[in-house]
């Protein structure tokens, strides 16, 4: 939750500065009618491992006063457990997604190759061992792609399936 804040105060940060302070390329990561896939592996909580295979495909562009880029678009992740106490898990989530890139901004290189994201959207889990839990609930993925060059980029990401949650580093490529 503070991460998300954090993320959002900066959002409203950027909004708040004027355009003039924003060089006038700054621009998508993620243009409209990318396709892209996904591969990550991380620790899945409360107990395992877990790889997650990922799918998006951006369908929009709209910038913010003429300038704050951010693409949206519509993504399904999986997430095969391999859990230490009770074996084997399988989750899937699809979600709707929203990139904001920082690519051609006045700032140094190494930054401007950043790509940040959020998903919602509705996750499955199966099969549930725990007695409390469901196996439907929200899906929720956040964190940011570091490109490498324009199709391959660094992942590093939260996620939650229905109740369980995890993160994840991998690799990103754009069809």
Known sequence: MKRLAVVLLAAVLLLAVGSSAFAKGWDYWMPKKTIAVSGTVGIAFPL????????????????????????????????????????????????????????????????????????????????????FASPVGFFTIGGFNWFINKKLAFVLEGNYFAWYGGVAIGLLYKI
């Open 48 to 131: 395992g491992i877990a790889i997650y295979p990922g799918f998006e495909w951006v369908f929009a562009n709209w910038k913010i006063g003429n300038t704050v880029p951010f693409s949206f678009g519509v993504a399904a992740r999986a997430m095969l457990d391999f859990d230490t106490i009770y074996g084997f898990e399988f989750g899937i989530g699809p979600a709707l997604t929203a990139h904001l890139g920082l690519r051609g901004l006045d700032i140094p290189d190494f930054f401007q190759r950043f790509d940040f994201y959020w998903g919602l959207g509705i996750g499955f889990v199966f099969p549930t061992h725990w007695w």
